[in-house]
Nanobody
Framework: QVQLVESGGGLVQPGGSLRLSCAAS????????MGWYRQAPGKQRELVVA???????NYATSVKGRFTISRDNAKNTVYLQMNNLRPEDTAVYYC??????????????WGQGTQVTVSS
């Protein structure tokens, strides 16, 4: 069973930075896509950014230019660098991975989530 473990959340002032980490229990090249989602209270979970196995990225408009996804293949870890944080970035952030197990069968995996709070 794939496990994704997030870390790095916390409380930060507006304009500050945080870096989230997502450690996978297997080689991240096994996944077609990895990414970060977030869910604020009373709102639906939304995509923040995704990265494919070939390195293509897809950022939500609201975080472009402020957030950066990266990965360390040797550590099987994906990172989310978040700069210039705003109060509206406050949410639980979830790591996600997608694996095409075989044609027509896709598996999705989620981490437990890490809280990010942006407040003065």
């Amino acid at each position: 069973q794939v496990q994704l473990v997030e870390s790095g959340g916390g409380l930060v002032q507006p304009g500050g930075s945080l870096r989230l980490s997502c450690a996978a229990s297997e080689n991240i090249f096994n996944f077609n896509t990895m990414g970060w989602y977030r869910q604020a209270p009373g709102k639906q979970r939304e995509l923040v950014v995704a990265i494919t196995s070939d390195g293509s990225t897809n950022y939500a408009t609201s975080v472009k230019g402020r957030f950066t996804i990266s990965r360390d293949n040797a550590k099987n870890t994906v990172y989310l660098q978040m700069n210039n944080l705003r109060p509206e970035d406050t949410a639980v952030y979830y790591c996600n991975s997608k694996k095409v197990v075989r044609p027509g069968m896709i598996s999705y995996y989620w981490g437990q989530g890490t809280q990010v709070t942006v407040s003065s």
